[in-house]
């Protein structure tokens, strides 16, 4: 076994942390190695970092370029040999939006404004402005600003649209200047952007009397909460704009709960402000998920059905994190919610087993989720969900699993 292979035992987190003290040289050759597992290559790389072997710079460079290799062992090599300039010419000819391997795009554009290259500024606009919220955009632009100043780096960015304004926002508010009016942008994620960049309150409260629009006055008021934390203000604001909130035909108060306050905490900057406000505006529900998941074994076990134990939802896919908990009866399955006691089966499996776990868990006091409410779009509420930051179905918010 190579000496690397037995200081990175699979499932440690620090495996760069533990390799720094090997050899670089050696780490760079297990690295260009395509003997060796992928992700003991990668660690190698960024161990490495500050201190590449400049006679193997060529080669791994070489990876770099190279379709066949590993993606993650070509965005490592970027990010390690980002400000190098001999790799230039090649990342100005890769077409950064149409590259499809894993995040490789983003990390080209990157390392071109790491390098200089001001050509890239408009491109790393974009990036940093899109639905990703790409921190590679941000870096690139940084680098930019840094080389050739906030001035020099607007004028090639100079165009009115919501990626400009947002970098504009940021080197305004970067030099000192108040960035409040901002809160009334049109495009959420600006307004959203401002919000976050404000820091006086009593500057904030001047301007609400003059905001043109609800929507501005709402980003205005999660603003001043961030802030202060004065939930009372908060509250005396949302009831002078007569609590406005997004309309969601079909979802009760008591659902509505629940995913507002699980979600809205972590929803994208596209969202709509009235769901942050009510957020702060509104008491979050109670959640007692052990028993919940004990009286509902206890339901189905009394109905005859030999539940077996209760499942979550990360164990299932034994992965990721979710809001259930999944129970298996005779070849049926049941799903139980971690946001209340709202239970689901198979939307197109109507069965003997089926009906009789719905009986018995509607006795027990769960709510059953239905086809028809499952499908309830909540709508203006974007949420990541496997690639994609859109607004989702009240079933898969309610038993929502990500990898």
């Known amino acids: 076994m190579h000496p690397i292979t037995s200081s990175v035992p699979p499932g440690v987190r620090s495996e760069a942390e533990l390799l720094r003290g090997e050899d670089a040289e050696e780490l760079a050759l297990f ?5 060796n597992a992928w992700w003991r290559r990668r660690y190698c790389v960024l161990a490495i970092e500050g201190r590449v072997p400049e006679h193997l710079v060529d080669d791994l460079i070489a990876r770099i370029r190279d379709p066949e290799e590993t993606g993650e062992i070509r965005l490592a090599l970027l990010e390690v040999l980002a400000e190098r300039r001999e790799l230039l010419d090649w990342l100005r000819g890769q077409d950064w939006q149409n590259e499809k391997r894993y995040r490789l795009g983003p990390a080209i ?22 639905s ?29 649209r ?8 940021r080197m305004r508010h970067r030099s000192g200047q108040d960035v409040t009016a901002a ?6 994620r600006v307004a959203h952007l401002a919000s976050t960049l404000v820091t006086d309150p009593d500057r904030i409260r001047a301007w609400i ?22 939930g009372a203000e908060t509250l005396a604001l949302d009831e002078r704009l007569g609590r406005p909130r997004v309309e969601v035909p079909g979802l009760d108060e008591e659902l509505r709960r629940a995913v507002v306050h699980q979600y809205v905490p972590r929803c994208h900057p596209m969202s709509d402000p009235r769901w942050r406000v009510e957020a702060l505006c509104t008491a979050p529900p109670q959640h007692d998920v052990d028993a919940w998941l004990d ?53 197109r499996r109507d069965s003997p087993e089926v009906r009789a776990a719905r009986r018995a868990l509607e006795s027990a006091g769960f709510r059953w989720i239905d086809e028809a409410a499952g499908s309830l779009l909540v709508t203006d509420l974007h949420l990541y969900y496997f690639g994609e930051r859109e607004p989702l179905t009240l079933g898969t918010l309610l038993f929502y699993w990500q990898d």
Not at 31 to 35: K, P
Not at 114 to 129: E, F, S, Y
Not at 216 to 225: E, F, I, Q, R
């Open 209 to 230: 009397p003059g905001a043109p629009t609800t929507e501005s006055v709402l980003w205005a008021t999660w603003a001043l909460h961030r802030l202060t934390g004065d």
């Open 132 to 160: 990703w919220e790409s921190t590679a955009g941000e870096d690139g632009l940084d680098a930019l600003v840094e080389r050739y100043g906030r001035a020099a780096v607007l004028a090639e960015t100079e165009e009115d």
């Open 109 to 130: 554009l990157r390392a071109r404004g790491l390098l200089g290259d001001l050509t890239a500024a408009r491109d790393l606009v974009t990036l940093a402005g899109g």
């Open 183 to 188: 809160l009334a942008d049109p495009d959420r």
């Open 162 to 169: 919501p990626e400009y304004r947002r970098f504009a926002l």
């Open 295 to 347: 009286r509902a074994t206890a339901a189905l076990t009394s109905a005859g059905l030999q539940p077996t134990a209760p499942v979550s939802a990360h164990d299932h896919h034994q992965q990721g994190h979710g809001t259930y908990h999944s129970i298996d009866f005779a070849g049926v399955w049941v799903t139980l919610s971690t946001l209340g006691p709202y239970a689901v089966g198979p939307y």
């Open 31 to 35: 690295a260009l190695d395509r003997g």
